[in-house]
């Protein structure tokens, strides 16, 4: 061992005074006493400092707030006032008071709400970022001026289209930021409207599918997205009822009436986060069950499957915690040993998006000893019903009965209570279950469900081969689908199920006997699941022993997820109280209702706008269209999905382009080709440095009017404004809506635009707020003014009228025998659609990922001989993501375990996850100083290394023992790759100045919680950009803030989505899914934008992992924290006997 | 330390020792007032740590030197808690120096002297003029990595300089001549292996490189070799190797991750870097995150799967 030479060393760098010793003589002086004093009590020379500390909560007035970010939680906050500063936040301690029209309220044990978000949001508002102007990009703004000609590329380059990160930003007063942008939309509407906008997207090359899409109207170009629209009902969602309005412009621009004119195109939220549980609608037709907080107390069996209550649910995960005390069992399935699982009676250890085989594994032995609830199936499930072997479709009554007619059912739940049209019964047809009582085949509808089936004195039989003869007098075999997972399961035993998962097969059995003796049991995936391009299977296979064991309907049961306050459904319309939510987005733009007293369900609703997923542009701005060896060129993407070009994007509230996964791709490769973004954003972003406008907006703290919020996970009923006047030239958003209408108006002289805003313009929002209270199923009766009078408990809150308290999902399907939303009105175990059937997704099946796994890409693992997939001739060979997304392959485990992914080989050998953060929501608060100092290891507010970004900076947690033997200390930075065929971004080059901004570099944080192929860092953090680079290499301080835009940036280089990429998951994609509505009482078939369409899935990673510098200061040697010996993975021995429980405190 | 050493004499047939110790710290444990306990002990500890001869083991150390600095007025020698924080500190002022030492550190006299040694060799540079410390320091733009290496390097060579000059007084140091050939190959692996030990050698028995001198060849190893004519032939040969930290020469990203089948790397790839980089030599070496994007690359161009 050396000794230590710094002390000599450190002098070389001549600055290295630090290591002199300091000036005793000054040291001393310091320390002389000031003042004199001989009894403190008698005399005391100044006492008034005092009052700075006394006078510290000193407050003129306060106000109440929502905070309203997307966390599903909407807590109202007290902000108190001093000099018209906010100086500090509270929780408001008011939910006891809540109250409906009945006088129900809420439990006390809601309270507090709040977390250390709230607390800071004053932080955020008076801080550095702001956007104080509106603003745009030097050259878009040259473009305009020269009167928008068509972008060749060299004109692309003029105005700098292909270096939005490199160009300059103008000032703009409001009125000139409207008239570009009127006049932007406008260009671009008339220029890629008609046969010639079809032509110039032809040339661009685009594919003809996207283009029949626009159906002629350049306004399908123009996507635009409400950041979380139910974040703020009126201002963020505002974004699609300007969409619906654009219907005006394209009747304008191609003189076409209301029949034929289109909107734009509503870009998603909650599916483009990931968020949605895309297997949710294949089991019981709802977009997402979920329940309020507090039914968690209820549970007696709680599991958590990738979800972090504790981490990413602060103000309410006491209700998971409680748990604990009430008497229940806690039960962990995570890769890692996460927070949620230091309160687990115990944690089953998994690998990543192997949690269908643990599910189907613990079904088979559910069912393999009678461990089920044969009523509860019996009743509710499709376990019963036939399914030919032959098509693999279910047994319909007309194939052996001949003329047969459906029965008529309109008088039933399904006619009366869910809206199902004739139409739609007659695409669905009825059913077959085999009596056991008649020993032959009975016709079932899908009102027949529960109670009802049971008063037809029918008794489905669950086992059992049958044949039938149809109508054309063959004979086929029919099965009970029961019958066919027992086959099905074959392939998931105990210990193929362990060599799958890695989970302890004892922890397996323990499991399967909890799920099947406790009751109530209720199983709680997260975004942890729900980003796993298979999440569709994994969400589905969480039902199967739920489904077994009646453990859905019920309070403290079912299968529930949470990520993202997405639910629109919460205003949700009906044909008896009106049109809700709707009548705020989808008001017809050519027959507005401008009588403010006019109620609410008088006005016209018409959908001009139309969903798209964001995931479409993430994919290089096409669908997924493969050249397959088998057929040829073929189309995967379902024609209710089907995406337009992208020409324009608007957004507010969201950081879209620094949180979209493949982002430096999309900067790079696909933006350029996007003639114009436009940001609303109270903060400077990323998205706004790669954008062609930025808007400020008014925090909640400023609204000036009224704004609404409700969520997934509460049933409260949030409307509010703010308490602040605006600090900066900013507006509500619903007005920058407004404002830019009323523009569009002056532009085209068609006063329509405006009128479609006109109780905004006039300053009276509160007209729609009360037509959408009136006619939503879950506010009509409510009166606006009562409200905010504080009629029920606090001014602005309500408690939502739900049926139960807390509301239970499938509380109406158990106890009154309405049918669940599925073509058979039963929990749905198995799918005959065609695209299911073709994928191999009949059954609830593991499939490995396309990338993050070790062995063949895609893989099906089975051997059932009722799963057929087609590979369309793909090679087992063939790399390409889309041809990995696409190639079915079936095999058995015992071959799976033999295949290998080619990514593996290269040594691509970490799991990559990107988890919610604790102290932020996406990127917000990623520039706030105090949450930047808690979310990492490297939080410093001295900034003693000047190589961090700013006082906090990204890390990555691994495994110790795996970095190690990648020769990485503790608080090294790493860089991080993933597939260098696309990532960063297509085509990049080693001398290309863009990838060293986006390759990923950061701060290596050993973490012995995760296994060792496992890498995880939080998602969002604001990204590195060009200009942030270039500040933190300039600079003399070494800060990533950006020049000219004050941006600052949690990287030095890259982000998390230089790893990430989108996925174009196939079953995302059907057009034959039959499901609810996510905002309506009635059904559709195929996609609907955060319902049933593309769920981002940006776990789906392999990264590889090398040391890039030194942790140490300055980049010299090993990270100062990681030589105490008290850190995880360089334990001394001290510490080492302290983790094995030897060291031992002595008591008095 | 005191209590350990009295305790080890003890068991080594030295009881007299331990008996007055006990029969003076008993009756300290007698005392009511807990600091007059305190105060006590550090008393006792004192007297025996002077009797056990510790203090004159540093005076003894330190007379060895023939030359002691002449600005130096005080050393003051303190307690150092970690293995790392042992050494010596020079105050702002050159006229005051801190010696660190743990306690554990007395219980290897041999290795103790032999520490002090290597440190007190260091200040006395320090404090010589003509050896000008402090004179030049690193140049700017070095990224980390480069400046580790250089850092690492000076370290060497400082440390030939100071370990040869106590091997001519005669003296043990700390590091072993052995000790130092092995840090200055591994530090000076760049410079041809023919060259390195009459390098060695010649650093060795010189000993009179100054602070600028080693920081120029800490920066330039190359320029070691220049400095012999005899030597200046083995430049022809420089072998490559690529230094944990330095640059990809295309990415240039510092890296430790060098792509080791560089030299066999097939023709196609070859020819797809140097469409991008017409310069590029095998011998100039890679990132293995670079090779691989132009393989993947060629292997992508070579077949589009999407309609």
């Known amino acids: 061992m050396d000794v230590t030479r710094r002390h000599f060393l450190g002098m070389v760098a001549a600055a290295g005074a630090g290591s002199l010793v300091a000036d005793h003589g000054l040291a001393l002086a310091a320390l002389k006493p000031t003042v004199q004093v001989e009894n403190p009590l008698e005399s005391y020379p100044d006492r008034g400092w005092e009052r700075v500390y006394r006078d510290q909560y000193r407050y003129d007035s306060a106000f109440a707030y929502v905070c309203s970010p997307n966390d599903t939680h909407a807590c109202r906050m007290r902000a108190y006032v001093r000099n018209g500063v906010v100086m500090r936040i509270e929780q408001n301690y008011d939910v006891d008071r809540y109250a409906d029209l009945e006088g129900n309220r809420a439990t006390v044990n809601w309270n507090p709400r709040g977390c250390l978000k709230g607390y800071t949001l004053h932080r955020r508002v008076y801080g550095p970022y702001r956007m104080k102007y509106p603003i745009v990009r030097k050259g878009w703004k040259e473009w305009a001026d020269s009167g928008f000609p068509e972008l060749t590329p060299e004109l692309r380059s003029k105005y700098r289209f292909d270096a939005r990160g490199q160009d300059e930003f103008v000032r703009l007063l409001w009125e000139e930021a409207y008239t570009y942008i009127a006049r932007g939309m406008i260009a671009i509407a008339k220029r890629y409207s008609g046969p010639e906008g079809a032509r110039r997207l032809r040339d661009q090359g685009y594919p003809p599918e996207m283009i029949e899409e626009m159906e002629g109207a350049g306004t399908r170009t123009i996507k635009l997205r409400g950041g979380m629209g139910l974040l703020g009902v009126f201002g963020k969602y505002g974004l699609y009822r300007l969409s619906n309005m654009l219907a005006i412009l394209d009747s304008l621009i191609r003189g076409v009436g209301p029949d034929e004119a289109r909107g734009g195109r509503n870009w998603s939220n909650y599916t483009w986060h990931g968020d949605q549980a895309p297997g949710h609608p294949w089991v019981h037709g709802l977009q997402t069950s979920d329940c309020d907080f507090n039914d968690l107390r209820f549970s007696k069996l709680i599991i958590m499957d990738g979800k972090n209550l504790v981490e990413n649910k602060m103000p309410e995960s006491h209700f998971f915690i409680e748990c604990m005390e009430r008497g229940a069992k806690i039960v962990v399935i995570a890769p890692e040993y996460g927070p949620p699982s230091t309160k687990a009676d115990y944690w089953i250890p998994i690998r990543p998006q192997s949690d269908t085989a643990l599910f189907l594994g613990i079904t088979k032995i559910l069912i393999d000893e009678n461990r089920f609830d044969v009523d509860f199936v019996k009743r509710f499930t499709d376990f019963p019903l036939l399914v030919r072997t032959d098509t693999l479709k279910h047994l319909k009554p007309q194939e052996f009965i001949p003329g047969y007619q459906e029965k008529d059912i309109s008088r039933g739940a399904s006619f009366r209570v869910q809206g199902l049209t004739a139409e739609q019964q007659k695409a669905l047809g009825d059913f077959v279950v085999w009596d056991s009582k008649s020993a032959g085949p009975k016709v079932i509808t899908r009102d027949d469900v529960g109670g009802k089936m049971v008063a037809q004195r029918l008794d489905p039989a669950l086992e059992g081969r049958y044949t039938v003869k149809t109508v054309d007098g063959k004979e086929v075999e029919v099965m009970p689908l029961f019958e066919m997972y027992r086959v099905h399961l074959k392939d998931y035993d105990l210990e193929t199920v362990h060599q799958i998962t890695h989970a302890p097969k004892k922890l397996i059995r323990r499991l399967a006997e909890d799920i099947a003796s406790t009751k109530p049991a209720a199983i709680h995936q997260g975004e942890g699941i729900n980003h796993y391009f298979h999440a569709t299977e994994i969400n589905r296979s969480a039902y199967l022993p739920m489904m077994l064991t009646g453990n859905i309907g019920f309070p403290g049961a079912g299968v529930h997820t949470w990520a993202g306050n997405y639910k629109a459904g919460v205003f949700q319309g009906s044909a008896w109280t009106g049109p809700g939510f709707a009548g705020w987005v989808k008001e017809d733009p050519f027959h507005l209702n401008l009588d403010p007293n006019s109620p609410g369900r008088d006005v016209k609703v018409r959908a001009y706008a139309k969903g798209e997923e964001p995931a479409y542009w993430n994919h290089g701005d096409v669908p997924l269209i493969v050249k397959t060896p088998r057929y040829g060129r073929k189309v995967f993407t379902g024609q209710t999905h089907m995406p337009s070009p992208t020409k324009a994007i608007f957004f507010n509230n969201v950081n879209l382009i620094n949180n979209a996964k493949h982002a430096y791709e999309m900067i790079k490769n696909v933006n350029p080709g996007v003639e114009l973004i436009i940001s609303a954003d109270i903060q400077m972003t990323a998205s706004i440095e790669y954008a062609d406008f930025g808007l400020p907006a008014n925090s909640w703290m400023e609204f000036e009017g009224l704004e609404v919020t409700a969520s997934c996970s509460n049933p409260f009923l949030q409307i509010w404004k703010g308490g602040i006047r605006p600090l900066y030239d900013s507006k509500d958003d619903i007005v920058i809506l407004a404002e830019l209408a009323a523009k569009m108006s002056e532009i085209t002289g068609d006063r329509r635009f405006a009128d479609m805003w006109k109780f905004v313009l006039e300053g009276r929002r509160e007209v729609y707020i009360q037509r959408m209270l009136d006619t939503s199923t879950t506010t009509k009766g409510y009166k606006l003014e009562d409200i905010m009078a504080g009629k029920y408990g606090e001014s602005g809150a309500a408690l939502m009228l739900f049926r139960t308290y807390p509301r239970v999902p499938f509380w109406e399907q158990v106890h009154e025998d309405i049918p669940f939303y599925t073509d058979h009105g039963r929990l749905q175990a198995y799918s005959d659609l065609d695209e299911a059937i073709e994928y191999g997704e009949n059954f609830i099946v593991h499939r490995e990922g396309p990338e993050a796994t070790p062995y063949l890409p895609n893989v099906i693992v089975s051997s059932n001989p009722f799963i057929r997939p087609d590979d369309y001739g793909v090679a087992q060979s063939a790399e390409h993501w889309d041809e990995r997304t696409v190639r079915n392959v079936k095999m058995p485990w015992s071959q799976v375990q033999k295949t290998k992914n080619f990514l593996w080989e290269k040594g691509y050998r970490f799991f990559c996850t990107t988890p919610k953060t604790r102290h932020r929501v996406h990127s917000q608060w990623s520039d706030t100083d105090w949450s930047l100092i808690w979310e990492s290891n490297f939080g410093d507010p001295y900034r003693m290394d000047k190589r961090s970004p700013g006082v906090g900076e990204h890390q990555l947690h691994i495994n110790p023992q795996a970095a190690k033997d990648l020769g990485i200390n503790d608080g090294d930075y790493v860089y991080v790759d993933a597939n260098p065929a696309d990532r960063p971004y297509v085509g990049w080059k080693p001398n290309d100045p863009f990838y060293k901004v986006s390759r990923l570099m950061l701060r290596a944080k050993y973490n012995p919680a995760y296994p060792y192929n496992f890498a995880m860092m939080k998602h969002a953090p604001y990204i590195a950009t060009e200009r942030s680079v270039k500040a933190h290499e300039t600079r003399k301080d070494g800060r990533a803030l950006s020049a000219g835009t004050g941006y600052q940036a949690n990287l030095r280089y890259g982000s998390q989505q230089s790893l990430t990429r989108n996925w174009h998951m196939p079953m995302h994609q059907t057009d034959t899914l039959f499901h609810k509505k996510k905002a309506a009482m009635s059904f559709l078939f195929g996609g609907e934008s955060d319902n049933h369409a593309i769920n981002t899935v940006p776990k789906e990673t392999l990264v590889r992992i090398s040391k890039a510098e030194d942790g140490g200061l300055g980049g010299r040697g090993v990270w100062a924290p990681a030589k105490t010996g008290f850190t995880a993975g360089d334990e001394n021995d001290f510490m080492k006997r302290y983790l094995e429980g030897i060291v031992k405190v002595k008591k008095d | ?307």
């Open chain 2, 1 to 307: 330390m005191v209590s350990a050493e009295i305790h080890r004499r003890e068991v080594h047939g030295e009881p007299d020792l331990a008996k007055e110790y006990h029969r003076r710290a008993d009756p300290l444990y007698e005392l009511p007032r807990e600091d007059s306990r305190e105060e006590g002990f550090r008393r006792l500890n004192r007297d025996f740590f002077t009797r056990l001869g510790y203090p004159s083991i540093l005076a003894e150390t330190l007379r060895e030197f023939p030359d002691p600095p002449t600005r130096l007025r005080s050393l003051w020698v303190a307690r150092a808690t970690r293995k790392w924080d042992e050494g010596i500190d020079l105050g702002a002022n050159g006229s005051l120096s801190i010696l660190r030492l743990r306690p554990a550190s007395f219980a290897d006299v041999p290795s103790l002297r032999r520490m002090v040694r290597h440190e007190w060799a260091h200040l006395c540079d320090m404090l010589d003029p003509a050896f000008g410390y402090g004179g030049r320091s690193l140049p700017a733009g070095l990224s980390p990595p480069e400046e580790n290496l250089v850092r690492e390097r000076y370290r060497v060579l400082w440390d030939i300089r100071v370990e040869s000059r106590l091997s001519r007084l005669g003296l043990q140091g700390w590091l072993t001549k052995e000790k130092c050939r092995q840090a200055f190959n591994a530090g000076f692996a760049k410079l041809p292996a023919c060259s390195r030990p009459p390098l060695f050698e010649r650093l060795w028995s010189f000993g009179r490189w100054t602070h600028r001198e080693i920081l120029e060849i800490a920066l330039d190893p190359r320029g070691l070799l220049s400095r012999f004519s005899d030597l200046t032939e083995a430049l022809e040969e420089e072998e490559k190797s690529w230094l944990f930290g330095g640059p990809c020469p295309l990415c240039s990203f510092p890296t430790w991750e060098w792509e080791t089948g560089v030299l066999t790397l097939e023709d196609h790839v070859q020819e797809a870097i140097r469409s991008d980089f017409p310069g590029w030599r095998p011998e100039d070496g890679a990132c293995r995150r670079c090779v691989e994007s132009y393989r993947f690359r060629a292997l992508l161009e070579a077949e589009k799967p999407v309609g």
